[in-house]
């Protein structure tokens, strides 16, 4: 067991990965992911799609390790994060969150861990480090393709892909300065990389309480010259703005003077159909299909801070 270990640390010593990413939760990374249990070859590696719970599962039943389903942030900062980096294994470009969201050894991972303990290893590491500089452009470069472009408050920033981000986009790009003009956007989350922009001095300043990344509105923009905030939900699967919702943003809120606007975005008319009944009352509506309308529901007024 503990020969499989050494074996996996020295070759990712061999190819330059720092000490932390030496640790046996990385090496236990590998094996899992190569799907080496203690008694097999390395010729036998394989390098099919697993989620980050098979890799602990793997680990707990073939490695006698106990870690728990909530280590699994560990797993995928120390080791799997690295890993993606250095082009040693791949993700499958869904969205983090995602129940289909998984993880593979690179093919020239898997291949150059098929010749370990043969006389081929050598070779094949030389080959391999020749070659892994173009490798991390390679990946880093995929991953950059199906990233979308959006420009925050005038700084361009990269989302990573998914409907969900898609109609963010259009939020800060088509609702924004149609119906937000000159607002500056002060809160946007990403569903891989959380808190894509938190503008946590603003938000503070105007008695906002910063919670959990999930408690937070989607998109958050601040109108200075009507001293409005925008509270914008992003809304393809779930989470409309219904009464359960603005309490939660009231009670987060509570210290916040300017006018409150809660907003439900949709991407098309299809899905706010799909929620209509749940939206509470004196919220808006806008649909990214047909960017210049809004719905208002409420009775006396059009949009504005109540």
């Known amino acids: 067991m503990d020969k499989k ?3 996996t640390r020295e070759f990712l010593q061999t190819i330059g990965m720092p000490k932390a990413q030496q640790a046996d939760i990385c090496c236990y990374v590998i094996l899992a992911m190569a799907g080496i249990k203690p008694d097999m ?9 697993i989620r980050i719970h098979d890799i602990i599962q793997f680990v707990n039943t073939f490695y006698g390790m106990s870690y728990a389903e909530n280590s699994r942030e560990t797993f995928r900062k120390q080791a799997l994060h690295r890993f993606r980096t250095a082009a040693l294994i791949e993700d499958n470009g ?5 129940p289909n969201y998984r993880y593979r050894l690179t093919e020239e991972t898997v291949k150059m861990l ?8 050598k070779e094949s590491i030389k080959r391999f480090l020749c070659y892994h500089e173009k490798l991390i452009d390679l990946y880093a470069s995929k991953k950059k393709m199906t ?5 925050i408050n005038g700084e361009s920033f990269k989302f990573s892909t998914g409907k969900h981000n898609e109609l963010q986009k259009a939020i800060i790009e088509e609702f ?3 119906f937000a003009p000159n607002s500056e956007c002060l809160y946007v989350g990403d569903t891989i990389e959380k808190d894509l922009v938190k503008n946590v001095e603003k938000l503070k300043v105007l008695g906002f309480e910063i919670t959990l990344h999930d408690k937070m509105p989607d998109v958050v923009l601040y109108r200075e010259d009507k001293n409005w905030i ?3 939900e992003s809304v393809t699967s779930v989470g409309p703005m219904d009464p ?3 309490l939660e943003i009231t009670e987060m809120t509570k210290d916040v003077t300017a006018g409150k606007i809660f907003v439900t975005a949709f991407l098309d008319f299809r899905t706010y159909k799909k929620f209509a009944e749940e939206l509470a009352w004196e919220t808006e509506v806008w649909i990214a299909e047909m960017p210049e309308h809004m719905i208002h529901l409420n009775g006396d007024r059009f949009m504005g801070p109540r």
Do not use: D, H, L, Q
């Not at 070859?41 to 799609?49: I, K, L």
């Not at 098929?114 to 290893?121: D, I, L, V």
């Open 94 to 98: 869904k969205v983090t969150n995602s």
């Open 176 to 178: 924004a300065p149609r």
């Open 244 to 246: 359960k919702r603005i």
């Open 5 to 7: 270990i050494e074996e």
């Open 114 to 121: 098929r010749t370990m303990e043969t006389s081929a290893w």
């Open 41 to 49: 070859s390395w010729s036998e590696a394989t390098n099919e799609w």
């Open 147 to 151: 990233m979308m472009p959006v420009n």
């Open 230 to 232: 925008y509270f914008v």
